[in-house]
């Protein structure tokens, strides 16, 4: 009976241990979270903002975008994953920069908020075309990494070009075979929550790739494929490039 006792004791420590135990913190310029987009009317271009515990931030803006800008949509909440940048405010919100933003499947249909233009507040001038490095890495030819956005197979234009690209690099080296590796992953939000992408969503991501690189000639005996059941522990911070899919030319 004692030894029941002082088992139950223990337990109960335990679990008010962890009961106790603080969210993980994020840095103090760090702003991940989810709400709905705001559409700003300007004289010059519209502006996406978002509103996070009374603040407001900027996202971007339409009209020459740049090949990292993603733009929400209404009807849709959107993850902000992002870093606070120094400077003025820009169309009115806090400038994010870098910012990844990540469009939720669900209909929201409280999301529909659109602002007039006001004197004073105007569009930033486009964004220059540059490398999509929040699309596509590649740091030697032959490998290549694709991102997505959270909870989503959606396979970017610089995704597409970059695998075209691969296949040349393996049908001009001599290749025999191209290793591909799909993940999913999950966010750490600001207010300590976690979201974490769908069981199936490395799957799908990783068909998504081998239906295109089939459809580029590349015959499916060279394509070893696999996908990872593990979910890295979020830090908040690298959180967008953990849901991505990997390849390799191999010799």
């Known amino acids: 009976m004692r030894a029941l006792l002082w088992s139950a ?3 109960l420590l335990v679990t008010q241990l962890v009961a106790q135990s603080p969210p993980q913190s994020l840095p103090t310029d760090r702003r991940n979270f989810v709400a709905c987009p705001i ?34 949509q209404l009807e849709h909440e959107v993850l902000v994953e992002g870093t606070v940048a120094t400077g003025p405010r820009v169309c009115g919100g806090i400038r994010l920069n870098p910012v990844k933003l990540s469009v ?8 529909n908020a659109v602002l007039p233009s006001e004197d004073g ?28 956005e959270f909870g989503d197979d959606f396979m970017s234009v610089p995704a597409g070009n970059a695998l075209k690209d691969l296949v040349k690099h393996f049908t001009s080296s001599g290749a025999t075979r191209i ?3 799909a993940f999913r992953g999950a966010t750490l939000l600001s207010d300590g929550n976690v979201l974490t992408e769908h069981a199936l969503l490395a799957q799908e991501r990783l068909a ?8 580029l000639g590349l015959p499916e005996r060279v394509i070893n494929a696999r996908t990872s059941e593990a979910v890295p522990k979020p830090d908040g911070v690298n959180d967008q490039r953990s849901r991505r899919v990997v390849l390799k030319v191999q010799q």
Do not use: M
């Open 121 to 148: 507040i105007d569009a930033p001038a486009p964004q220059p075309r540059g490398k999509p490095d929040s699309w596509v890495k590649t740091d030697e030819p032959g490998s290549l990494t694709i991102f997505f």
């Open 39 to 72: 559409l700003r009317d300007t004289r010059t271009n519209p502006c996406w903002l978002a509103q996070y515990k009374g603040e407001t931030y900027f996202l971007g803006s339409l009209g020459g975008v740049s090949d990292n800008f993603h733009p929400p």
């Open 179 to 181: 290793e591909v590796e």
């Open 208 to 215: 998504k790739v081998l239906v295109i690189l089939k459809g």
């Open 104 to 111: 939720l499947g669900e209909i929201a249909p409280a999301c």
């Open 9 to 11: 004791i223990a337990w």
